[in-house]
């Protein structure tokens, strides 16, 4: 027997020995083969704080996140709330963003003035 013959001879019983195999892999997973498991309570526990620390390693330690974050020390106090089947705000909240809204005001006007003062002292120069 030649080479080539030796080879094909070989490929060909490799080709219907993975073919067997997958057949009875297809009666394997009819069966039920993998089924997920559940975790226990601990489990997720220890997975919530890893991952918890994981976030905070790479967002650069607890105070460099809350304030990414906008989260002072005191805590959240943008929290949604549901109450009898609707979702309201937080009065604190809304006061925040009353607050925030007048802020950006007076911050556009200053801004506008800046930019026209400098319009005006580019155009006299």
């Known amino acids: 027997m030649t080479h080539v013959e030796s080879q094909y001879k070989l490929r060909n019983e490799a080709v219907s020995a993975?073919?067997?195999?997958a057949d009875e892999s297809d009666e394997e997973d009819a069966e039920?083969?993998?089924?997920?498991r559940e975790k226990e309570e601990e489990e997720v526990d220890f997975d919530d704080e890893e991952y918890r620390r994981f976030l905070l390693e790479m967002g650069?330690?607890?105070?460099?996140?809350?304030?990414?974050?906008g989260?002072?020390?005191s805590g959240i106090h943008n929290v949604r709330v549901e109450e009898d089947?609707?979702?309201?705000?937080?009065?604190?909240?809304?006061a925040e963003v009353a607050e925030g809204k007048k802020k950006k005001k007076v911050k556009s006007e200053k801004s506008k003035e800046k930019k026209a003062k400098q319009d005006d002292d580019f155009l006299m120069e």
């Open 32 to 36: 039920g083969g993998l089924v997920k």
């Open 60 to 69: 650069g330690g607890e105070d460099e996140v809350r304030k990414i974050l």
């Open 18 to 21: 993975f073919k067997s195999l």
């Open 71 to 73: 989260i002072g020390e």
């Open 85 to 94: 089947e609707a979702d309201e705000v937080d009065q604190p909240m809304e």
